[in-house]
């Protein structure tokens, strides 16, 4: 029996029968009932992707062998400057904040958030980069609640 890879973010290499096509952004559950298991995006908010509950079961552990691990979303730092592509559409700059999202198809977006009147800003449209540029990305540490909570005040 093989070893499954970690739950997270993922790429389909192949297509799993009809539910799951290749290409596409995944979140594998290498555990549960009944057993391990890929979710398709159901939607995103704040450019993160949201999952469905009902996944589609591994028919066998070896297929998680097509499976192509993913940066995590979040929020990131630019340790050295890049541009997304080789057209140099958008230069990112050392020491800038970036948050990294994925589209359906695992494709990898870059996102500037910015300082607002009201706090920091995070915009729904940003520019997709070619995977192996995500190297120059160092996680932020950011703490994470489940619901925005009512006492937290916050900083002008």
């Given amino acids: 029996m093989s070893s499954l890879p970690p739950c997270g ?6 297509a799993l029968g009809t539910a799951i096509p290749e290409g596409r952004l995944v979140y594998f559950h290498n555990h549960g009932d009944p ?10 908010s704040v450019n993160r992707a ?3 509950t009902h996944g589609t079961p591994l ?4 297929w998680a062998e097509h499976l192509e691990p993913l940066v995590a979303e979040g929020l990131y ?15 990112f700059e050392e020491e800038q904040l970036v948050q990294l999202g ?22 729904t449209q940003g520019t997709i980069v070619d995977r192996e540029r995500l ?8 703490a994470e609640a489940d619901e925005p909570s009512a006492d937290r005040s916050f900083i002008h």
């Fill in 135 to 142: 190297t120059q990305l160092v996680p932020l540490k950011v």
């Fill in 59 to 62: 028919p066998d552990p070896q």
């Fill in 35 to 44: 057993g391990p298991g890929l979710y398709l995006p159901s939607s995103w």
């Fill in 77 to 91: 730092r630019v340790q050295a400057p890049f541009t997304c592509c080789e057209k140099r559409c958008q230069t």
């Fill in 102 to 123: 994925y589209n359906g198809m695992a494709e990898p977006i870059l996102f500037l958030p910015e300082w607002t009147s009201t706090g920091l800003s995070f915009p």
């Fill in 50 to 52: 949201h999952w469905h």
């Fill in 9 to 14: 973010l993922y790429r389909t290499r192949r």
